[in-house]
């Protein structure tokens, strides 16, 4: 799965994922992570996510990556926001006030990129990749962080057999295996979502469960 095939969900507008309301999960668990305000929070894969602008509500500066320019631009223009773009190659850079929203591919991104960032947010980011690109992804939050940050991880997870993804499956085994030498992982939630994703039913699943981990920095604790 490469960076085209979004291209074109977005392009198609086959943006399913996308919530029309504040996700659930962030307004009830984020506070936990006992973050000072102004910290600059790194959203990964953010597509047009209102959960920026909701942090950004709640005193926090937020940096996305998101390599559709359709979503970067309706996250702007559907909230009445004119940034200030800047060509920062590979990256066009949209800014204003607390909000910046690199447009780019994730992969592309170094540490310079995100300087000063102190903490995560992930939704639907991990479990849009495939296997090998979620190691590639691991790998790459471990190179631009090193010795990690704290993170508030939302997955998905169910039999890998009866969907193909995204969103894919992640198990907790996997979050284990990701990132557990970096950080502590705490499971803060676990339900049942397949009620609430009829799509997912009539694509085959009999059952769905979401999981909210919070990921914290063992250098941290040691
Ligand atoms: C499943 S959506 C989740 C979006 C967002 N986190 C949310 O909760 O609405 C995944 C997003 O990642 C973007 N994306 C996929 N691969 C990417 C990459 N390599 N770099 C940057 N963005 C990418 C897609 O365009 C899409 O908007």
Redesign the pocket.
């Known amino acids: 799965m490469d960076?085209e095939?979004?291209?074109e969900?977005?392009r198609w507008r086959e943006?399913g994922?996308?919530?029309d309301e504040i996700?659930t999960h962030l307004q009830e668990h984020w506070p936990k992570l006992g973050l000072t305000p102004g910290t600059l929070v790194f959203?990964?894969?953010?597509?047009?996510?209102l959960?920026l602008i909701w942090l950004v509500s709640q005193g926090f500066r937020v940096i996305g990556?998101?390599?559709?320019e359709i979503?970067v631009e309706e996250i702007f223009r559907e909230h009445g926001l004119t940034p200030r773009i800047t060509e920062t190659l590979p990256f066009r850079r949209y800014q204003i006030d607390e909000l910046t929203v690199l447009c780019?591919?994730?992969?592309?991104l170094t540490s310079e990129h995100l300087h000063d960032v102190g903490a995560v947010f992930?939704?639907?980011?991990l479990?849009?990749?495939p296997p090998e690109?979620r190691s590639r992804y691991a790998s790459q939050m471990n190179r631009l962080f090193p010795g990690g940050l704290d993170t508030l991880l939302v997955t998905l997870s169910y039999d890998q057999g009866q969907m193909t993804g995204?969103?894919f499956s992640v198990q907790s085994a996997e979050v284990e295996h990701l990132f557990s030498e970096t950080y502590r992982i705490e499971t803060l939630a676990s339900f049942d979502a397949l009620a609430e994703s009829p799509q997912f039913r009539q694509r085959g699943l009999t059952a769905l469960s979401e999981q909210v981990y919070r990921l914290a920095p063992l250098a941290r604790s040691a």
């Open positions: 960076t095939f979004w291209l969900r977005w943006i994922w996308h919530l996700n959203v990964p894969l953010c597509g047009k996510t959960d990556v998101e390599i559709s979503a780019g591919d994730f992969f592309d992930d939704r639907a980011s479990i849009a990749l690109l995204p969103p």
